[in-house]
């Protein structure tokens, strides 16, 4: 067992595993699990897996039958005891240095429940190498996580944050949910007293031609939006002001979502109906307000509710 558990869902990923866990084993910061749990993949990622984990003792493998993304990283805590848990994307890879770096954070700030950096976007084919370190990483301590994070417009992917896992407790992700690190991100800062930001790039997001956040939002993406809506009101129903400033973030997010995609093709408007009926029934419910976005989007919500009447 190693002191950081890192948990790479593997599904048919044979192009990239090798990269990514090679990415792991080359920290500078060496006690660590590399936990992959190989999510019923069908080309031949489990071989790449079993051969990696010949290399180096710290590479298990756990195979469990396809569940999805959620399900995987699910398994993976299950399987781990690290003191730390950094979630990995087998398409990715990160700096040398992250663990070290994550790691002095979080002995450095007892109190935090976390460590979060920056990421790049590069494409597949990108070098597997990060503008060097300088010493120190700079680094600035968060007093009220949600809110910094929600001001800053950060990005809620979770392979950005070292987890203590005593932070993270009983907090899972939802199975079958499309856009888990939206929700699990946001309930996981809700109860979350103070964490450390790293003012350094230290992960790469591969956009590779699966990547989710390459494509627009599908009818199926706004329902999935707005079930996230739904669920995170329960858990933010002891946080008035927190919810607030997050409703107020993504609300108008599904709003632009469907009205760029009325724009972009009139003939999707049909299949649209039930998306929107159950965007707008977040008003009819109380669990968002006119007041949550601007003027301009007030008036569209207006118009998309005649076009879909």
């Known amino acids: 067992m190693g002191r950081v558990s890192v948990i790479?869902?593997?599904?048919?990923?044979?192009?990239?595993?090798?990269?990514?866990?090679?990415?792991?084993?080359?920290?500078?910061?060496?006690?660590?699990?590399?936990?992959?749990?190989?999510?019923?993949?069908?080309?031949?990622?489990?071989?790449?897996?079993?051969?990696?984990?010949r290399e180096d003792a710290r590479v298990r493998v756990v195979a469990r039958p396809n569940g999805g993304l959620s399900l995987a990283r699910n398994t993976g805590l299950a399987h781990t005891q690290g003191t730390l848990v950094y979630f990995l994307d087998v398409d990715d890879f990160i700096h040398p240095r992250l663990l070290e770096e994550a790691v002095g954070a979080?002995?450095?700030?007892?109190?935090?429940?976390?460590?979060?950096?920056?990421?790049?976007?590069?494409?597949?084919?990108?070098?597997?190498?990060?503008?060097?370190?300088?010493?120190?990483?700079?680094?600035?301590?968060?007093?009220?996580?949600?809110?910094?994070?929600?001001?800053?417009?950060?990005?809620?992917?979770?392979?950005?944050?070292?987890?203590?896992?005593?932070?993270?407790?009983?907090?899972?992700?939802?199975?079958?949910?499309?856009?888990?690190?939206?929700?699990?991100?946001?309930?996981?800062?809700?109860?979350?007293?103070?964490?450390?930001?790293l003012h350094a790039v230290l992960h790469a997001y591969v956009q590779t031609p699966n990547s989710l956040l390459r494509h627009p939002l599908t009818e199926e993406d706004i329902r999935f939006y707005v079930w996230i809506l739904r669920h995170l009101r329960e858990d933010f129903a002891p946080a008035p002001h927190d919810w607030r400033l997050l409703r107020r973030m993504l609300f108008p997010h599904v709003l632009k979502a469907i009205w760029k995609r009325i724009l972009r093709d009139k003939a999707c408007e049909p299949r649209l109906a039930t998306a929107w009926r159950e965007t707008a029934a977040l008003f009819r419910d109380g669990i968002v307000r006119r007041h949550d976005f601007s003027v301009k989007w007030q008036w569209r919500f207006w118009l998309l509710g005649r076009r879909f009447r």
């Open 8 to 53: 790479i869902p593997v599904y048919c990923a044979e192009q990239w595993v090798a990269r990514c866990v090679r990415s792991v084993l080359a920290q500078t910061f060496d006690d660590f699990e590399a936990v992959c749990v190989d999510d019923g993949s069908r080309d031949g990622s489990q071989e790449a897996l079993t051969a990696l984990a």
């Open 106 to 197: 979080l002995e450095a700030d007892t109190q935090a429940a976390f460590a979060l950096f920056d990421t790049r976007k590069v494409p597949p084919d990108a070098p597997t190498s990060f503008e060097p370190l300088g010493p120190p990483t700079p680094r600035t301590t968060l007093h009220a996580p949600l809110r910094d994070f929600l001001r800053h417009y950060e990005d809620p992917d979770v392979w950005r944050f070292v987890y203590r896992r005593s932070a993270i407790d009983a907090l899972r992700f939802v199975p079958g949910l499309r856009y888990e690190d939206l929700d699990f991100t946001y309930r996981f800062l809700r109860r979350a007293k103070r964490g450390v930001r």
